[in-house]
C-alpha cells in the first residue's frame, strides 16, 4: 500500500489535521493525507498525480471531472476525498487494460470524437457509467444522459456517435 | 472554501448530535449544491456531518398503507430508477430525470434535493446584497436582471425561485416529508415544508434546528395512467427551468375525475392552486379547459421588467402538459416539449 503526504494547502490552521483518506484508486489501495475541503478532484490531481481527471469549472457545470464511484458517474469537484474514504474511484487512468485501450477509448479515436481534448477523459468515464446504468437505448437517450459533460469544440455529434459505435456492441448505431 | 471540521455519522442520533454540539455545524449528504456554495463562500460550516454512512432501512418501502416511503439518503438516480416508482409514480420519475445531469443525481440525495438553495445569480454573488443570504442588505433582483426570477408569491424583499424539478412532482402527488430532529418526529406535508419568501426570505423552508429530513411519503394515488412533466429551458438539457410543470390527471371516461397541477420556476416554492385544480373536476380534459385552469392558477402573477414572458409560457405549458397527460407515449427523454403532429 502506497502512502503519500502531499501538503495541498499550507494555511490550514493547526488543529484541524489532516485526515488520512483509504480508497482504492485504479484497482490500487491507496491512502492519502487530506484536510477536510479538499476535493476529490484536487486529490486526485494533486496528491496522486492522476491528471486525466480535468479541472473545467469546478462547480459541476462541464463534467470534465467526472469519474467512477463505485461503478457510478460522479463529479469529483462536487465531493470532499474524505468523504470517500473506503470507496472503489476509476479515473481515465485506469480504464485501459495494460496496454489495450477501452473499446470507448478506440472509438473516441474512430470517430475524430475530440479536438482540445479538454473534455475527453469526463465523457469516456461518463460513457463508461452510462452504459453501465443501462437505461439509455435510443440516440436521443445517450444525448440526454450524456448531458452533463460539455464539449465547446463543438465535437458532440461524434462523441455520441462514438457512444453508439461502442454501447451494446454497436448494434443501435 | 474555508476551513472546517468534518465527522462522520453512523445513524440519525449521532447526526443530530452532531448537529446540536455546534450550531454553525451543517448534514452533508451528496454534497451538490453545498459544497459548491461552500466554495462561493455563501454557505459557511465549522462543522461538515456527513450522513451518507447513518443506517436506514431499505431504500423505498411500500407501506402498509398503500404509501411509498423513500429514504431521504437514496440518491435522486436510484429513486428515479426505482421499480416501483417507475411504475406507481412515472410523474416523479421523469421530473427527477429532468434536473441536473446524470453524475449530480447520482450523487444528490432526495432529502438534499428538498433543500437546494435557489440559483439566483445575485444569491451566488458575495459582491452584491442579497437578503437570502444577508438579511436585511437589500434585494439588487428587483430593479436588475430578473428574467428567471418569480412571478408568484414574491416579496419586496426577495423575486427567487426554487429550482428543484423534482420537488415539482412531489408537490402534485401530496408527498409528505417525514423529519427527525432534537424534539422527535415529524411529518410535513409538502405544502407546507417550503416557505414563501415574505419578510424571512433567508429561511427557504420550515425544518427548525438541526431537524433533518429522513424520509418522503408518496401517498397511495400515483396517477401513473395520465401524467406529464414538462421543463421548459433555455437549452434543451442541463439547464433549469424558466417553467416547469407537473400535471395529473385520473380521469372517469373523458372527465377529469381529480387533477393536480404543480408550477416550478415560477415562484419561492412549487406553486399549486386548489381552486384551479377543482374547476376540472368532472370537466372534459379539453385544452379551454385546462387554458381555463391555467388563467387561475396565474392569476394575480407579477412580472419585473425581463421576465413577463413567464406568465403566458406558464399558461401554455400547462394546456400543453395537459395534452401530454393524456398522451403519456409522447413524452420525450429530459421531459422536452413533444410534437403532437401525429395526433
Not at chain 1, 500500500?1 to 482504492?24: D, G, K, Q, W, Y
Not at chain 1, 477536510?36 to 457545470?61: F, I, N
Not at chain 1, 474524505?82 to 485501450?101: F, P, R, Y
Not at chain 1, 463508461?128 to 444525448?143: D, L, S, W
Request: proline share 5%; with cysteine; glycine share 8%.
Amino acid at each position: 500500500m502506497e502512502t503519500i503526504n502531499p501538503e495541498i494547502r499550507l494555511s490550514a490552521p493547526e488543529h484541524i489535521a489532516p485526515s488520512t483518506v483509504t480508497f482504492t484508486v485504479n484497482r490500487i489501495q491507496t491512502s492519502v493525507q487530506v484536510l477536510p475541503w479538499v476535493s476529490l478532484l484536487d486529490a486526485l490531481r494533486d496528491a496522486l498525480d492522476l491528471t486525466g481527471v480535468k479541472k473545467g469549472c469546478d462547480h459541476g457545470q462541464c463534467g470534465a471531472c467526472t469519474v467512477l464511484c463505485d461503478g457510478k458517474r460522479i463529479l469529483s469537484c462536487l465531493t470532499l476525498a474524505v468523504m470517500k474514504s473506503g470507496s472503489e474511484i476509476t479515473t481515465i487512468e485506469g480504464v485501459a487494460e495494460s496496454d489495450q485501450l477501452h473499446p470507448l477509448q478506440q472509438a473516441f479515436i474512430d470517430h475524430d470524437a475530440f479536438q482540445c481534448g479538454y473534455c475527453t477523459p469526463g465523457q469516456i468515464c461518463s460513457a463508461i457509467g452510462m452504459m453501465q446504468e443501462g437505461k439509455a437505448r435510443t440516440r436521443a437517450e445517450v444525448k440526454e444522459l450524456m448531458s452533463g459533460n460539455l464539449c465547446r469544440c463543438g465535437a458532440n455529434t461524434n462523441i455520441i456517435d462514438a457512444i453508439m459505435a461502442v454501447k451494446d456492441g454497436g448494434t443501435n448505431a | 472554501m474555508h476551513n472546517f471540521f468534518y465527522t462522520r455519522a453512523n445513524s440519525i442520533e449521532e447526526a443530530i448530535d452532531g448537529i446540536r454540539v455546534d450550531s454553525a455545524a451543517k448534514y452533508v449528504a451528496g454534497g451538490t449544491n453545498l459544497i459548491d456554495l461552500l466554495k462561493y463562500n455563501i454557505e459557511r460550516a465549522d462543522v461538515l456531518v456527513d450522513v451518507n454512512h447513518v443506517e436506514v432501512f431499505p431504500d423505498a418501502e411500500q407501506m402498509a398503507d398503500g404509501c411509498l416511503r423513500l429514504s431521504a439518503f437514496m440518491t435522486n438516480a436510484d429513486t428515479a430508477y426505482h421499480p416501483l416508482v417507475e411504475k406507481k409514480y412515472p410523474l416523479l420519475s421523469e421530473a427527477i430525470l429532468a434536473g441536473a445531469s446524470a453524475q449530480i443525481r447520482n450523487m444528490a440525495t432526495n432529502g438534499g434535493n428538498l433543500l437546494q438553495r435557489t440559483r439566483c445569480y445575485y444569491f451566488y454573488d458575495p459582491a452584491m446584497p442579497c437578503n437570502k443570504r444577508e438579511p436585511g442588505s437589500g434585494c439588487p433582483a428587483l430593479n436588475g436582471y430578473n428574467r428567471m426570477m418569480a412571478i408568484l408569491g414574491t416579496s419586496s424583499e426577495c423575486i427567487a425561485v426554487f429550482p428543484s424539478d423534482m420537488c415539482v412532482a412531489l408537490a402534485a402527488l401530496g408527498a409528505v416529508v417525514e423529519v427527525e430532529g432534537p424534539s422527535g418526529q415529524r411529518h410535513i406535508p409538502f405544502s407546507e415544508f417550503h416557505r414563501l419568501p415574505g419578510r424571512t426570505p433567508h429561511l427557504d423552508n420550515n425544518l427548525e434546528a438541526g431537524e433533518i429530513i429522513t424520509a418522503i411519503c408518496l401517498p397511495p394515488e400515483g396517477f401513473s395512467r395520465n401524467y406529464a412533466y414538462l421543463k421548459l429551458r433555455d437549452r434543451n438539457s442541463y439547464a433549469f427551468a424558466l417553467v416547469s410543470v407537473a400535471l395529473a390527471l385520473e380521469m372517469d371516461g373523458e372527465c377529469i375525475r381529480e387533477a393536480r397541477i404543480a408550477l416550478g420556476g415560477v415562484a419561492h416554492k412549487p406553486w399549486r392552486v386548489p381552486d384551479a385544480e377543482d374547476f376540472l373536476q368532472g370537466r372534459e380534459a379539453t385544452p379551454g379547459n385546462f387554458a381555463a385552469a391555467a388563467d387561475l392558477i396565474l392569476q394575480g402573477a407579477q412580472a419585473f421588467e425581463h421576465n413577463g414572458f413567464k406568465i403566458e409560457l406558464a399558461k401554455k405549458a400547462i394546456v400543453r402538459a395537459g395534452k401530454m397527460a393524456l398522451h403519456p407515449e409522447t413524452h420525450l427523454p429530459g421531459a422536452q416539449p413533444p410534437s403532437f403532429e401525429n395526433l
